[in-house]
């Protein structure tokens, strides 16, 4: 969801604002063009807040999560080392 659904949302928003205030329907059947408008409105707005929280919450952080290791190792004449390594 994320950005795409806020696209999408913001969309929807725009056209119930247009379907409720600038549309005029002048016939005394069938459904109403503002009741439409309002519904993707609400929709509209309810799928930002949604979406919204889902890319706010979703984004990583962009420094690098790396591990340390030290650790002994012996070699073939009994030597023993400390060995440090760091991986990213």
Known sequence: MGLTGMVFSTIAIAAGAVMYWAVTNTQGHGFRLSTVGVILMIVGAIGLAIS???????????????????????????????????VH
Do not use: K, L, M, N
């Not at 890319?55 to 690098?64: L, M, V």
């Not at 012996?74 to 440090?84: K, L, N, P, Q």
């Open 52 to 86: 919204a929280t889902i890319f706010g919450t979703s984004r990583r952080t962009t420094g690098r999560r790396g591990h340390t290791y030290d650790r002994q190792v012996t070699d073939s004449r009994g030597g023993v080392a400390a060995v440090h390594e760091e």
